[in-house]
């Protein structure tokens, strides 16, 4: 059995998950750097293609951050993971669940051995825009009984949870105010990068002692 075929048909099971089922990662994207081929080859495409000079960046070191976690956690270079591009656009590989994501100069990876999502927002001021769109009934309710101080990062989190959530269930259409976010197993984390506060939301079916950690990329 070639060493490709033992990883994907392990993986899930590796010892990096006997006590903890989830790895989130999170990284500041330098300032200085040089872009370097990504593997697979439609994954440098997809970067290559954006045209937006802050996307191109995102899009890169979220996807080395990705590599970086793998091998930290396994010992593999990414080249020995399937991964592939759905028709949604999600990636995706057989070998391991993960999910990505980004916000302003930050990005996040969420690594586990069961379906997860994860989704990274900066902490900004969105009020009178979102909670039509973003909140059920009851959370709007939630949110009319909040001091003014509280209601910016309530909404933020609120948003990020539920695109964790989308994630994880791997759903087409993202319909916020549909999702009852206390249905689902969910952590948060606050960090400040700078002078900008975060929130980094993973949703997933297993969080209990899940890992969060900074990495440099």
Known sequence: ????????????????????????????????????????LSRQKEIDSALNTKVKEQKYFVWKLLSVSLNHLFGLDIKQFNMRKKHSGK????????SLSHSKNVVAVAISCEPVGVDLQAIVDLRGKLENKA????????????????????????WAQKESVFKMKNRLVFKPSK???SSYSLLNYTFTVGDQNFVLCTSGKNLSGARICEKQI
């Open 91 to 98: 990636w995706v590989s057989k070998d391991i669940y993960f």
């Open 1 to 40: 059995m070639n060493k490709k075929t033992s990883t994907q048909t392990t993986l899930k099971e590796h010892s990096a998950f006997e006590k903890i089922k989830t790895y989130v990662y999170y990284a500041k994207i330098p300032k200085k750097y040089t872009f370097e081929k990504v593997y697979p």
């Open 135 to 158: 909140l059920t009934k009851k959370e709007k309710q939630e949110f009319n009984l909040l001091q003014e101080e509280q209601k910016q990062e309530y909404l933020i989190t609120k």
């Open 179 to 181: 999702i009852q976010t």
